[in-house]
């Protein structure tokens, strides 16, 4: 268990990590291509040269400062140094958007070894970023749809109530008296993301060379699709009207409906939903956090099965909460469908580690998927226990905290090469349809941390796994159970 010391300098150093990162992979080998997207994708790799040298620098004085410091003042140096850096990433990630952007939301919420004002800073990347000028909005939305918002909308409010990696969000009332969110694509993010994604595969050279076994090719693939899907509205519409239907009426989930009238490629409108953020939730009482976290997970792990598609882009932003467990869901721009052969797959894997306790027969599923090479000189049980985090929580029937050790004990198993399994990590590989469920399955864990969330998750999961279909075991269940019944 690591102590709260070294937790904080690891959370100082995965801050810095970020720009370092952005700088040691994503910088372009030339920048001979077009004018104005050279030009581009030039200006965003020197911020982040910039950044990352800045980061160095401070890092040197910080250290040189902490010679001669006393373990008091250490303290307080280590604070400072952590939480400039912070800012300074934050400030420059949020101004980028697009890809890189996400780098530092998913930093936010997946190191749960962050100290909680880095992690603050960062967490305002998840819907507090520098939003565009009014007039900049204004413009794509009559671009969009033909006239100023001030002629479209009975009252329209300029200033956003979330600004993220891809848009902003404002909030305005229809001529037909209705409240709604309207959703603007900043101008330029396209190409903004097109100069990050050209750029992923030195990112993922960087990756093959730490982890040999992966076929980056797949899932970089993988990624791109899924960043240019949510460059296109009309798709996260349709997605979201996928999530609405299934889910109205339900007790818990709320999916704001899309207004079409008011809605093309690059606008969103819906209905304005109302809550509390994530930060307010990580306050409530126990139980109000632990209905929070049930309801997350129901949605989250219920849609793989019941919808066969889910929403991969687990940060806080995304989420709107009530007491008594009730949340709201926003942002279906990165929805991963699933095949029937893949939720094949996942059901198979839960069987023979959770319900069967069969490691060999797991192990001959790894292979068969392209995990793992069927000539891998590892045991059985190295086998069980490095994939074990991905179902711990659900191994036993019964009550299951998943706090910060939790949480952070699992990213260290799954991704510290120096680890007792590194030799193992350096053999895997990662099909594509794994992608986005491993950020799916990080980011819940990291979220649950900050709740620090209790469950009889086996049981609530044996209700949403088809071949299960258990009883209610919550009172949650209950009233699920119960609009199921109604429904049909």
């Known amino acids: 268990m690591r102590s709260t010391r070294t937790r904080l300098t690891a959370g100082a150093f995965s801050v810095v990590a970020v720009a370092y990162l952005a700088r040691r992979f994503l910088r372009p080998r030339s920048v001979s291509t077009a004018p104005v997207h050279g030009t581009r994708l030039l200006a965003r790799n020197l911020r982040l040269a910039g ?16 010679v001669f410091a006393s373990a008091e003042r250490q303290e307080e140096l280590n604070t400072e140094f952590q939480l400039r850096t912070a800012e300074d990433v934050t400030r420059e990630l949020g101004n980028m958007k697009g890809a890189m952007m996400k780098v530092g939301q998913m930093a936010s919420y997946l190191d749960t070894g962050l100290p909680d004002p880095v992690r603050q800073t960062l967490a305002s990347l998840q819907s507090d970023a520098p939003p565009m000028a009014p007039e900049l909005a204004a413009g794509q939305i009559a671009a969009e749809l033909g006239a100023p918002p001030e002629q479209l909308f009975s009252e329209w409010d300029p200033v956003p109530i979330a600004a993220a990696s891809i848009g902003q969000v404002h909030r305005a009332i229809t001529s037909q008296g209705q409240a709604v969110a309207v959703k603007v694509q900043y101008p330029g993010v396209a190409d903004a993301v097109a100069a990050d994604l050209g750029n992923a595969n030195w990112l993922f050279g960087g990756m093959a ?3 040999p076994g992966v076929d980056s090719g797949p899932i970089v693939d993988e990624i791109k699709t899924r960043l240019h899907e949510e460059l296109d509205y009309e798709l996260e519409a349709r997605n979201q009207r996928h999530f609405h239907d299934y889910f109205q009426g339900h007790p818990y989930i709320t999916v704001p409906a899309v207004i079409d009238d008011y809605s093309t490629r690059r606008v969103l ?5 109302t809550g509390h953020r994530f930060d307010d939730v990580v306050g409530w009482s126990k139980r109000e956090r632990d209905l929070a976290a049930e309801t997350l997970f129901r949605f989250s792990f219920g849609a793989i099965y019941q919808l066969h598609a889910f929403n991969g882009d687990p940060h806080p932003g995304n989420y709107l909460f009530n007491k008594g467990g009730r949340v709201t869901f926003l942002d279906f721009g990165l929805v991963k469908r699933f095949e029937p052969a893949e939720t094949k797959l996942f059901e198979d894997l839960i069987i023979e580690m959770v319900i069967n306790g069969d490691i060999s027969a797991f192990r001959r599923i790894v292979e068969d998927a392209g ?32 706090d910060s050790e939790y949480a952070a004990g699992g990213v260290s198993q799954l991704f510290d090469m120096n680890g007792p399994y590194g030799p193992l990590m350096k053999q895997l590989n990662v099909p594509p349809a794994f992608v986005v469920v491993q950020r799916i399955t990080l980011g819940l864990m990291g979220l ?10 086996q049981a609530i999961a044996r209700e949403l ?22 429904r049909s």
Do not use: C
């Open 51 to 66: 950044l990352g040298a800045r980061g160095g620098g401070r890092f040197a004085a910080y250290q040189a400062r902490k």
């Open 269 to 273: 409108t819906s209905e304005l939903a």
């Open 448 to 457: 649950f941390a900050q709740l620090n969330a209790s469950a009889n998750w």
């Open 465 to 486: 796994w088809p071949f299960e279909l258990g009883p209610p075991s919550t009172p949650m269940g209950e009233e699920i159970a119960q609009w199921y019944r109604s």
């Open 209 to 211: 060379a730490m982890f």
């Open 371 to 402: 995990i793992l090479a069927p000539d891998a000189p590892f045991e059985d049980e190295v086998i069980e226990e490095y994939f074990s985090y991905y179902y711990r929580y659900v191994m036993n029937d019964e009550v299951t905290v998943i």
